[in-house]
């Protein structure tokens, strides 16, 4: 019984995560024109709409990577904050390239690298998340 109440703390973990990496996500690529949202109309309810269909989409980009870190972590009891913010930061940049590899050097501008830190954010965000709802009892089992 205890194991199907650890999985499902890891699970509501990961989706909260993932909201979390959406939210540092979305705000970090309106930031740069916030002021000029309300001119443009764009009401806050937009915003978390915006939230709600990229948690979804993070999470399933990020699930199996995600998994496979989780179940290193189980089984070793790494619980420190420290490790979930690097790898949650590690698996951000991964992802970012997506299936096409590491850019070419003449392309990569200053709007991907933007994007690339953005990733990157949002991992470390996502991974501190898990970190505090999940992370911190990794291994509890035993």
């Known amino acids: 019984m205890k194991v199907v109440a650890r999985i499902t703390v890891m699970f509501f973990a990961y989706v909260l995560a ?4 959406a939210v540092v996500f979305t705000l970090g ?3 740069p024109s916030w002021n000029e ?3 443009v109309g764009v ?3 937009a915003i978390a709409a915006i939230t709600a269909v990229g948690a979804p989409i993070i999470g399933v980009v ?4 995600t998994a496979l870190v989780i179940v290193i972590a189980e089984a070793f009891g ?3 904050v420290l ?4 790898v949650g930061g590690a698996l951000g940049l991964v992802l970012s390239f997506g299936l096409d590899g590491p850019p070419d050097v003449n ?3 200053p709007l991907l690298l933007r994007e690339r830190q953005l990733h990157v954010a949002a991992g470390i965000a996502g991974g501190l998340v898990y970190w505090l709802f999940a992370g911190r009892r990794a291994g509890s089992r035993k």
């Open 18 to 21: 993932c909201v979390a990496a």
């Open 29 to 31: 690529v309106l930031l």
């Open 37 to 39: 949202l309300p001119s």
């Open 43 to 45: 009401p806050p309810e």
């Open 62 to 65: 990020a699930a199996l990577p």
């Open 78 to 80: 790494w619980r420190s």
């Open 83 to 86: 490790f979930y913010a690097l």
């Open 107 to 109: 392309q990569s501008g």
